[in-house]
Nanobody, 123 residues
Framework: QVQLVESGGGLVQAGGSRRLSCLAS??????IGWFRQAPGKDREFVAA?????????YYTDSVKGRFTISRDNGKNTVYLQMEDMKPEDTGVYYC?????????????????WGQGTQVTVSS
């Protein structure tokens, strides 16, 4: 059983930056994704990184050029660095683990989920 713990959420002003962390047991064997859910909306894909070398990364269009996903296998941690943040980035951010490198943009690809961390961007 993989356990995922997110941290780093909080309040940030528009244009600011924030870094989220996802600590995961049994880490290097899993692709890791970040999703977010705004009030009244479905949970949506944000970014993902493949397991092992983590050479392949994926982003939803709205965050490309602003967010960066990376992993430190030695620390069992995946990071989501968020820059130039916008009010529409507000939501609960979840990290998730998948045993496959396929279809990592899809919620259904993930086997394990964290509890989420709230990010609020004020205008």
């Amino acid at each position: 059983q993989v356990q995922l713990v997110e941290s780093g959420g909080g309040l940030v002003q528009a244009g600011g930056s924030r870094r989220l962390s996802c600590l995961a047991s049994g880490f290097s064997r899993y692709a890791i994704g970040w999703f977010r859910q705004a009030p009244g909306k479905d949970r949506e894909f944000v970014a993902a990184i493949h397991h092992w070398s983590g050479a392949d990364t994926y982003y939803t269009d709205s965050v490309k050029g602003r967010f960066t996903i990376s992993r430190d296998n030695g620390k069992n941690t995946v990071y989501l660095q968020m820059e130039d943040m916008k009010p529409e980035d507000t939501g609960v951010y979840y990290c998730a683990a998948s045993e496959s490198n396929s279809y990592v943009q899809l919620r259904t690809a993930y086997d394990y989920w964290g509890q989420g961390t709230q990010v609020t961007v004020s205008s």
